[in-house]
């Protein structure tokens, strides 16, 4: 049992006998009113996502979740196929899961992945992975006075800003959370 105050975005939490992971997490105070915490959540069974108010000091239900290492090998349809890294076992995965961070997934990256009753609930990617880029336009030369970044396609086919300098065929670093150039691979 954690507070509700504890929630937050991307925790799995059990709501009237069912599992939820947490979309949005918001501590509200209304002058002097009492403050609440307001959740959008979705369901892990049926897909429907649902607004909740709990009072700050509502205890909510957490399960209990095993953490597993797994490696992404390939796509399959609307499925990603995953690795666990111990027993090589291979398991699907709905894209929806990972969400946006999908465009920076290629093979044989490894996730940090939650399983409840042996099945994945949800899986994360590392804060930055270091991306070939594959097409950008060349520097311009004297445009260095102005610090204008341009559009890079990297090879996951995710488009990112980078600055005037990088150029095709180098690796960069991108931070999966925010989907921002962070910097040059080394």
Same mark, same amino acid.
């Given at each position: 049992?954690?507070?509700? #105050? ?17 979309? &949005? ?9 009492? =403050? ?6 979705? =369901? ?13 000091? &509502?205890?909510?239900? @957490? ?23 111990? #027993? ?38 590392? /804060? ?6 594959? &097409? #950008? ?6 445009? @260095?006075?102005?610090?204008? /970044? ?37």
């Amino acid at each position: 049992m954690i507070r509700a #105050t504890e929630i937050r975005k991307g925790r799995t939490i059990l709501h009237e006998g069912e599992l939820y992971v947490v979309h &949005d997490s918001q501590h509200v105070a209304k002058g002097n009113w009492r =403050s609440y915490m307001q959740i959008r959540m979705k =369901s892990i069974k049926s897909g429907q996502i649902l607004d909740v108010r709990y009072r700050v000091d &509502d205890p909510v239900e @957490t399960p209990f979740l095993e953490s597993k290492e797994m490696e992404y090998l390939y796509e399959e349809g609307d499925k990603l196929i995953l690795m666990d890294t111990e #027993t090589y076992d291979q398991i699907p995965l709905e894209k929806d899961v990972i969400g946006d961070g999908i465009k920076f997934l290629k093979p044989n990256e490894r996730l940090a992945c939650q399983i409840y009753e042996e099945k994945v609930i949800s899986a994360e990617l590392p /804060n930055v992975v270091d991306l070939e880029v594959t &097409d #950008t336009p060349p520097a311009i030369k004297g445009a @260095t006075a102005t610090n204008q /970044n341009k559009d890079a396609l990297l090879e996951t086919g995710a488009r990112v800003k980078v600055p005037p300098f990088i150029e095709i065929g180098e690796r960069v670093r991108v931070d999966t959370r925010s989907g921002e150039y962070v910097e040059r691979a080394k």
